[in-house]
């Protein structure tokens, strides 16, 4: 795209070439705006959507705000490196700049064929977001940009250089800068202004510079070379050293307070070659790949590690079915429940804080709202479970996707260096959607099975939105009699400057990637492909990019699919009390066979251990000893083994022997001998038992803790009703009331669509328009105010605008007592009321006559 202001009216249309001159050439960006077509206008308001809240009343007022520190913050921190750099040199260019200039600043004296490539098109981005504007000639940055991007001796530049050789001898003495430029081999001038001027002028120019410094000691030399990359400042003596007080006479070192100098700008730039930063990067580094891995091997183990995912998320809520873990008072799972969390699925704790993150990103649990606050699953979780496990998967990977709760921050410190807790609160980053989707769609540039290599994706995720911030401040001298500067760079250079949370965001979705499925051994996969919803960039609504990301998650889910293994109706049973489950196993199979039998381990196949307790759990929910052979006979591919028969049958004989019920409660046996023994038994002292009855014992215990004490002595008492009927005991399911998944934090005002860009640059033209049109000077109206006119004048005014079809200049206050200025064409005029097309906002308006506060004529021009 070409960068000429003048020709394009900042658009992005690069069709001409040619600046303008002249009269053509704005004077401010309201008229830098003005000049635009409405395609430009509209990418403008794009770009940079806080423009549209609200909807400016013309093109001055979109000028004032696009030039506001909060908007020009937010647009300088969205520019790629090269744009950042390129408005960075504007900010220490004169004002205004010429192309020449800037991109001698950026391409240096070598002139850098990538960086002469590179700066049209920057340039053209700088003039869409209205950073900068003006003809190539006569560049422009935004004032409130260049005030935030000139170094400053309390703000150093990312670029390292020191103010000018005029802003540094502002207040210095008119003798002190003859003085140093008769230093500097120039002949003296008649005020300081000239003389700054000639100073200004060596420094600049390459041959005499390059001959003042082949005079320079070799020490003085260094000293600039220290200097030269920043920060520009240092500190000397009352009394500097001999080969600093060489650079101080000729004014290559200037002092700005007691005891501290500076390297002028020019001094710098010379020193550089030209080049206004260390180290210009026009173009974005690539995306390297790692490792090669077949595409069939990426997506064959993105499919198992999405089948993992789905019984891990089950797994969890299947552990808090009943009700799961209390909320802090301050919100969010305490320490010692995200342990106990980790111990049960049987992962580490970071990973436990991801996938009950996930779970609560999907709305598949939440906090119950009862007085005792707990966490449990949402109706929506029994929702989910009867999807086929391709849809389960999909809405987990576009929960994730979606989800501004970053799991990888629990654990760590928040601003006030409180511990940052899974499920709480101070867990949302507006930035991870926009992160996370990058990263895949840089995944998804690699070739099909290609693995980046993490650094490499970092660097260019760090190209497209560099860090924020300026240089640290400069260290404290450690001496007063030397140089203490060393001309650090800044802190994106230093090899200890933290990770920021962009990267860190990065590299959480690299490893959470994997753990969902979407990617295989690091390479995308794909169903993985598959799930990045296509740019919608006329989208209307946010109906609209959710409906995109509807389709992408079915289309995800199709395709992973066949790679998923079929569940099984069946199990295989062994001697040894164990029942192998040689894959996934239907729902209703497997719900049953984990009351009857115990998880033992986990994997490509899942093994179940059948124990005394376990068969007994299955006999309290209701479950006779034939139905339990009858049901492991029809679900085993082997015999019923022997010992486990033996198992079921010694367990049944033995259950409900014991009937235990409330007196607090009580134990009732019809074998006497059974109680005797029971009574006998030093481990039921605890019990507090005493005989009612030769079969009726009484405890001070609960039944409860009753049936808890006397299974532990290794008995199998069932529980009974106030009736003497066997109580028949199931989990209970606990729900929370209907919850919604937690909405996403937005990062800024939503993108705007078509339709809203369109109606917003008609109002805009509209109400410049109504602002800028010429008009007869009317009774008040000379100071900017409201015109103001009699009735009976606007009356007799109205008319005869309908009579000569003309349009007029009038002032209306509305009913909430909001003033404003239009421009209409009257139509018709009767029963106290005027109707009149409003060309302020481009249709046929009807306004009461008492609410005018007065009208005037438009200028015949």
């Not at 990312?158 to 430029?181: C, F, K, N, W, Y």
């Not at 001697?575 to 996934?584: H, W």
Request: proline share 8%; aromatic share 4%; glycine share 6%.
């Amino acid at each position: 795209m070409s960068t000429d202001e003048s020709q394009h009216t900042d658009s992005a249309d690069a069709s001409a070439t040619a600046p303008s001159r002249g009269a053509d050439v704005p004077r401010s960006l309201a008229e830098a705006l003005r000049s635009r077509a409405d395609e430009a206008l509209a990418g403008l308001l794009r770009a940079r959507p806080d423009l549209l809240s609200p909807v400016p009343n013309d093109l001055t007022q979109l000028a004032t705000r696009a030039g506001t520190r909060a908007s020009v913050v937010r647009a300088l921190e969205r520019l790629d490196r090269f744009a950042q750099q390129v408005a960075e040199a504007l900010a220490v260019a004169s004002e205004p700049a010429s192309y020449d200039e800037v991109r001698a600043l950026l391409a240096g004296d070598d002139r850098d064929a990538a960086v002469e490539e590179a700066l049209p098109r920057a340039l053209a981005t700088l003039h869409e977001q209205a950073l900068v504007w003006g003809p190539d000639d006569r560049l422009r940055l935004v004032r409130t940009a260049r005030e935030l991007l000139a170094p400053t001796p309390q703000h150093p530049s990312s670029t390292g250089l020191g103010p000018t050789v005029a802003e540094a001898t502002a207040g210095m003495s008119p003798t002190r800068i003859q003085d140093i430029v008769g230093a500097a081999g120039l002949p003296t001038t008649h005020d300081p202004v000239s003389a700054v001027r000639s100073l200004t002028a060596l420094f600049t120019d390459r041959t005499r510079m390059s001959a003042l410094l082949d005079e320079a000691p070799a020490e003085s030399v260094e000293v600039l070379s220290r200097l030269v990359w920043g920060p520009p400042y240092g500190q000397v003596t009352a009394d500097p050293a001999r080969h600093l007080r060489w650079l101080l006479d000729r004014g290559l070192l200037l002092p700005t307070a007691p005891g501290t100098v500076v390297l002028p700008r020019e001094a710098a730039l010379h020193l550089r070659a030209g080049r206004a930063h260390r180290v210009t990067e026009p173009t974005p580094p690539p995306v390297e790949s790692a490792r090669e891995h077949r595409p069939q091997v990426v997506d064959a183990t993105a499919a198992g590690q999405a089948y993992t995912a789905l019984a891990t998320v089950e797994e969890l809520l299947k552990d808090w079915d009943e009700g799961g873990p209390t909320v802090l008072r301050a919100g969010g799972l305490s320490v010692r429940d995200l342990k106990r969390t980790a111990v049960a699925l049987d992962t580490s704790e970071p990973m436990a804080a991801f996938w009950v993150e996930l779970a609560y990103a999907a709305g598949l649990l939440a906090s119950d709202g009862e007085a005792d606050e707990r966490y449990a699953a949402t109706p929506a979780y029994d929702e989910w479970q009867e999807l086929p496990a391709p849809e389960r998967w999909s809405a987990l990977a576009t929960a994730w996707l979606a989800a501004t709760r970053t799991a990888g921050l629990v654990g760590g410190r928040d601003g006030k260096d409180r511990t940052l807790s899974a499920l709480g609160p101070h867990l949302d980053r507006s930035a991870a959607p926009e992160v996370r989707l990058r990263v895949l769609s840089l995944l998804g540039t690699l070739p099909e099975g290609s693995a980046p290599a993490p650094e490499s994706l970092l660097s260019r995720l760090g190209w497209e939105r560099p860090v924020a911030g300026r240089p640290r401040p400069a260290p404290a001298p450690a001496a007063a009699s030397a140089f203490v500067k060393d001309g650090a760079a800044n802190p994106s250079d230093s090899p200890t400057a933290p990770q920021d949370l962009r990267s860190r965001i990065a590299r959480w979705t690299l490893s959470e990637a994997e753990l969902l499925g979407i990617t295989g051994r690091g390479a995308l996969s794909t169903h993985g492909r598959a799930l990045l919803p296509a740019p919608a960039e006329n989208a209307d609504s946010d109906a609209d990019s959710l409906a995109a990301r509807a389709v992408a998650a079915a289309r995800a889910a199709r395709l992973l699919a066949p790679l998923l293994p079929e569940p099984l109706d069946h199990v295989l049973l062994q001697a040894d009390l164990t029942a192998v489950a040689p894959g996934p196993l239907e729902r209703p199979l497997g719900d049953a066979l984990a009351v009857i039998a115990d998880v033992e381990s986990k994997g490509g196949a899942t093994v179940y251990r059948f124990t005394p307790g376990s068969v007994r759990r299955a006999l309290d929910a209701g479950q006779s000893a034939s139905d339990l052979h009858a049901f492991l006979a029809a679900h085993s591919r082997t015999p019923v083994p022997q010992p486990l028969a033996y198992l079921i049958d010694d367990v049944a004989r033995k259950h409900g022997h014991l009937r235990i019920g409330a007196a607090s409660a009580y134990v009732r046996c019809d074998d006497e001998a059974l109680l005797n023994e029971i009574m006998a038994d030093k481990r039921a002292q605890t019990l507090r038992l005493r005989r009612l009855a030769p079969t009726v014992l009484a405890a001070q215990a609960d039944p409860g803790t009753l049936l808890d004490g006397l299974r532990a002595m290794g008995f199998a008492p069932a529980a009974e009703s106030a009736e003497g009927d066997v109580l028949i005991t199931r989990a209970h399911a606990h729900r929370t009331p209907p919850r919604s998944a937690p909405e996403p934090v937005p990062d800024g005002p939503p993108l705007p669509g078509a339709t809203l860009v369109d109606a917003a640059v008609r109002a805009i033209r509209a109400g410049d328009l109504a602002s800028t049109a010429p008009r007869k000077e009317a009774p008040a109206a000379a100071d900017g105010k409201l015109p103001r006119t009699a009735a009976a004048e606007t009356l007799a005014t109205m008319q005869a605008a309908v009579l000569t079809g003309e349009a007029v200049w009038i002032g209306y206050v509305n009913a909430e007592g909001a003033a404003s200025q239009r421009v209409i064409a009257p139509v018709r005029v009767e029963g106290g009321f005027v109707t009149a097309y409003d060309h302020t906002a481009d249709e046929v308006r009807t306004y009461p006559l008492h609410r005018v506060t007065g009208v005037a004529e438009l200028a015949d021009e």
